[in-house]
């Protein structure tokens, strides 16, 4: 007797592919459909992931993006001693956060790795996150450095204290990551997909790579290694860009589709009263 929203976080139709398990992706559709159409209203946090929901027969749909906290990711964190650990803290970090899984295209990363190492040495890899593929990424990745599982102040430090973020991964809905080191000051590189494309502004607040494309990747990345200044200009318009992204102004919405679910589940259930 009440109205149900759901938020569509995580896209469980493509992890199949990612453990060989392709014929599940229809099922995982089918149980999608009668979960999501049972339900008043979807919140898509992305446009291409709500079109793709659309075309897979999931109705009732909103987009409203996720938002950030730009008071516990910010640059103020930013900390020479931590950069320090790597080095004598002049060589440019790239860093890398997300549970360490397979559906984050983390062979995607560790080729983009490979690829930019076997050429230069004058960055620094750090991965931040835990999961059941780190100890085979870090046979893929020597010499990065890997961090484990990160959060709160921590967190935040080890945001702010890079220099590059990517992120290769192609089943985002979201990728609050992205605006988390956006909102830390870092110029973002990240594959041209699903939550990615509504946060990033190509060219100003930051670059997009092919996805699923190591190589294309790794060119994207080492042009904000060879061109410093405009690294910089790239991760001033970021952290602009992420004050769009304000939890107070992305609540204000929700609470407003709120009320809008509510005043249309009463007319259906009430419409005398209406």
Same mark, same amino acid.
């Given at each position: 007797g009440l109205p149900l929203v759901a938020t569509y976080h995580t896209h469980f139709p493509t992890y199949p592919r990612y453990y060989n398990l392709n014929g599940l992706e229809e099922l995982i559709w089918r149980l999608s459909r009668r979960l999501y159409n049972k339900v008043d209203r979807t919140f898509v946090p992305a446009l291409p992931i709500l079109r793709e929901l659309d075309q897979h027969g999931i109705q009732r749909l909103e987009y409203l993006p996720n938002g950030? $906290?730009? =008071?516990?990711?910010?640059?103020?964190? &930013?900390?020479?001693?931590?950069?320090r650990r790597f080095g004598n803290g002049e060589k440019p970090v790239i860093l890398f956060v997300s549970r360490l899984v397979w559906e984050k295209d983390l062979r995607v990363l560790a080729q983009t790795f490979t690829e930019l190492r076997s050429h230069r040495d004058d960055f620094e890899m750090v991965i931040v996150g835990d999961g059941h593929a780190r100890q085979e990424l870090q046979e893929m990745m020597p010499g990065a450095h890997f961090l484990g599982y990160e959060s709160g102040r921590t967190l935040a430090e080890s945001f702010a204290s890079a220099d590059i973020f990517v992120f290769p991964s192609t089943t985002e809905?979201? =990728?609050?990551?992205?605006?988390?080191?956006?909102?830390s000051g870092l110029a973002p590189v990240a594959a041209k997909v699903g939550g990615a494309v509504?946060?990033?502004?190509?060219?100003?607040?930051?670059?997009?790579?092919?996805?699923?494309?190591?190589? $294309?990747?790794? *060119? *994207?990345?080492?042009?904000?290694? $060879?061109?410093?200044?405009?690294?910089?200009?790239?991760?001033?318009?970021?952290?602009?860009?992420?004050?769009?992204?304000?939890?107070? &102004?992305?609540? $204000?919405?929700?609470?407003?589709?709120? *009320?809008?679910?509510?005043?249309?589940? &009463?007319? &259906?259930?009430?419409?005398?009263?209406?």
């Open positions: 950030v $906290d730009t =008071g516990a990711f910010s640059p103020l964190y &930013r900390s020479e001693e931590w950069r809905t979201f =990728g609050l990551v992205t605006l988390e080191a956006m909102s509504g946060i990033i502004q190509e060219g100003s607040s930051g670059l997009f790579a092919e996805p699923l494309n190591g190589t $294309d990747l790794a *060119k *994207k990345v080492e042009w904000l290694l $060879d061109h410093p200044n405009h690294r910089k200009v790239i991760a001033e318009h970021a952290l602009a860009r992420a004050q769009e992204f304000r939890w107070d &102004r992305i609540l $204000d919405r929700l609470f407003e589709s709120y *009320k809008e679910v509510i005043e249309s589940f &009463r007319r &259906r259930r009430f419409p005398r009263a209406a």
